[in-house]
Structures are given as C-alpha cells and as structure tokens.
C-alpha cells in the first residue's frame, strides 16, 4: 500500500519496494493537498513498532503544527518584530525548539539563536553546527561544543533559543501523529 505526505515543501512518497522517495514542491504537477491518501492504521501501526522510533519524548504525541508552534513561540520570548520571526521560521521548517538540554542528542545538527540582541541591533539565527559534547562549565551551566567547517564552538544552553534538525525518520511519525490527531 502506498502513501504520500506532505512536510512543508516537501512529499514523502512510499514506493512499491517499501523504500521512501523524497519530492520537491516545484516537482509536483497537478496534484492538490486533498488528493494525497491518508494514512492506514496498520501504516501507523508499522511506523510506531519501527526499530527507529522517537527516542525524544520532547516530540511524543505532536504533529509538524505543534512543532511549528513550538518554535514560533520560543521566538516571541525574545520580542522580535514579526517579519524577523517570519524569516527566522522559514529556516527552522526542519527543526524542533529544545528547551531542556536533556532532549540534545549528541551528533545532530542545531542552530541557535541568542537571547541577547547583536552589534546591529538584532536577533541572529545562528547558521549552525553539529553537537559533539554536552558539559558544564565551572558556573554550572551546560555548555555544548559543536563543529562546523573545522570550527569548534562552545555554546551556552541558558544564553540561547537552541533548534536541534528532525530526522527523516522523526519527521515521518510526527506526519502519523498530525493524521492520529486529525481522525480523532
């Protein structure tokens, strides 16, 4: 059985040889949301009995809105106009707002942005970095030390609005929990 679901630009498309197909937006022709099937309970059923399932029970029982929200929210502590927070979310459509260091998994992908304004007068969205290490400082305070280009960084959790990359995988079980959400 096949299906298809929508995150954001993007389709994923199970295939006959059970493997996923990744789609552009500007790849579709002629198809519109409402022709995409649902779900099965049984489709459901395999997804969450998956040797990969969530581990972060930061993301258990949300949809890719309530992500969406999530992170929406977590910007406006920050009281930024909303055409920054706008352009800030387009960039974070793949990733989930952390507000407990615990939900950090060591190896993934994370931006930040920090709470305090920069030199020009404001909020940045951090391009980002892989996580390598989770400490705390002599202060303790948790202090992550992330890699990018060949460049090591050490991040303060408490100075800054931390963004950690969905895994396909993630990303496919919260479309599941979007359709539990939406039949019930």
């Known amino acids: 059985m096949n299906f ?9 498309v199970e295939t ?17 949301v409402d022709e995409f099937p649902l779900f099965s309970e049984k489709e459901i059923e395999e997804i969450f009995k998956s040797e990969k399932r969530i581990e972060n029970e930061n993301m258990e029982n949300k949809s890719l809105n309530d992500i969406f929200e999530k992170n929406s929210n977590a910007l406006k502590t920050l009281n930024m106009d909303q055409e920054t927070i706008k352009k800030i979310q387009e960039k974070l459509v793949d ?9 950090i998994k060591i190896g993934k ?15 940045k969205l951090n ?3 892989s996580v390598l290490k989770i400490t705390t400082n002599i202060n303790n305070e948790i202090v ?3 890699k990018t280009n060949n460049i090591f960084l ?24 979007e359709h539990v959400k939406n039949i019930s």
Do not use: H
């Open 4 to 12: 298809e679901k929508r995150i954001k630009n993007e389709i994923f």
């Open 16 to 32: 006959s040889n059970m493997s996923v197909k990744k789609i552009k937006k500007n790849e579709i022709k002629n198809v519109s």
């Open 95 to 103: 990733y989930i707002f952390i507000e407990n260091p615990k939900y």
């Open 109 to 123: 992908y994370i931006r930040w942005v920090k709470k305090s304004i920069n030199s020009s007068g404001q909020y």
């Open 127 to 129: 391009s980002g970095a």
């Open 144 to 146: 992550l030390t992330c």
């Open 154 to 177: 050490k991040i303060k959790f408490d100075d800054c609005l931390i963004f950690q990359k969905l895994s396909f995988d993630e990303k496919l079980i919260l479309c599941a929990f």
